[in-house]
């Protein structure tokens, strides 16, 4: 008896421990480190684009502009496998992306605004200009679908909390100016379960594939 218990309180205490190593929290007073956040994120603009635009077809999403804490749970999220991500489980455990870390970048990538067009041209401009310019739009190309569908689903369900134009509010982030074959996965995810959402049987229990176009059509001219 005396041993088993032991043995379970030592299994316990090491899994309390692997848990406190996968998801630590960072200090009260922790300042945000500007210079640290650019170095990190030549690790993250390979898939997430230099300046957190997203790429890849749309398939790495975007995460300029996105809400910090959000971004900051998702990364926790990955950590502790609640939410599975393949292609960043090299980055996603504390050795090489500590709580500090996950701050400063997540911080860095919330500031980043983009355009959804690209200035008009006034005067003359040198073509490196332009190009740094169209770097930083993100534009969605319209998504074939029923509007009126998409328009009314959206705003029967999805508008309290991602707001009226889709552009999020608080910890909620935006679902407009956010790539669609990314958006398409996430509802996929939240319809089987794979993924956690809020309310996740209502909102998606009953989503159609017909739907999730719809819905995706709605949301891709939003930015236009
Ligand atoms: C090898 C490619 C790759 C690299 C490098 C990468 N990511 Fe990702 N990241 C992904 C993919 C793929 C997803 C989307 C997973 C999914 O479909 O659920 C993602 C999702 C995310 C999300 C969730 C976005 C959301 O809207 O919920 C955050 C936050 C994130 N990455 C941050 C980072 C940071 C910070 C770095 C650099 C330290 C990084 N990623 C490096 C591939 C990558
Ligand atoms: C009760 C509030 C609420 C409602 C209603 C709601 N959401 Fe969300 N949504 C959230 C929150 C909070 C998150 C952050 C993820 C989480 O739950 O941890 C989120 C996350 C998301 C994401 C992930 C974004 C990303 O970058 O990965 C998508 C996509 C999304 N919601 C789509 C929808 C759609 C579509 C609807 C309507 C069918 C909807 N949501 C309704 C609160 C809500």
């Not at 996430?186 to 209502?202: I, K, M, N, T, Y």
Request: glycine share 10%.
């Amino acid at each position: 008896m005396f041993v088993k218990a032991l043995a379970r309180s030592a299994g316990l205490s090491c899994l309390l421990f692997t848990g406190s190593l996968w998801a630590a929290d960072v200090p009260e007073d922790y300042e945000y480190d500007k210079y640290n956040a650019e170095d990190i994120n030549e690790l993250c603009a390979g898939c997430h684009g230099s300046l957190g635009q997203g790429g890849g077809g749309g398939v790495y999403p975007r995460l300029a502009g996105l809400p910090q804490e959000y971004m900051e749970e998702q990364i926790k999220n990955f950590k502790t496998r609640k939410r599975v991500n393949i292609p960043m489980v090299p980055f996603a455990n504390d050795r090489e992306l500590p709580p500090e870390d996950v701050r400063d970048i997540t911080t860095y990538l919330s500031n980043i605004k983009l355009a959804s067009q690209l200035p008009e041209v006034s005067g003359r401009i040198d073509g490196l200009e332009r190009l740094q310019q169209a770097e930083a739009v993100v534009q969605i190309p319209k998504h074939e679908g029923d509007l009126e569908n998409g328009e009314e689903y959206y705003m029967e369900m999805c508008r309290g909390c991602h707001n009226k134009d889709g552009m999020g509010r608080g910890n909620k982030p935006a679902v407009t100016g956010q790539h669609i074959k990314y958006l398409k996965k996430q509802f996929q995810d939240f319809r089987s379960g794979e993924r956690e959402h809020v309310d996740q049987v209502e909102l998606f229990g009953e989503m159609t594939d017909k739907d999730i176009e719809d819905v995706l059509a709605f949301l891709s001219v939003q930015d236009d």
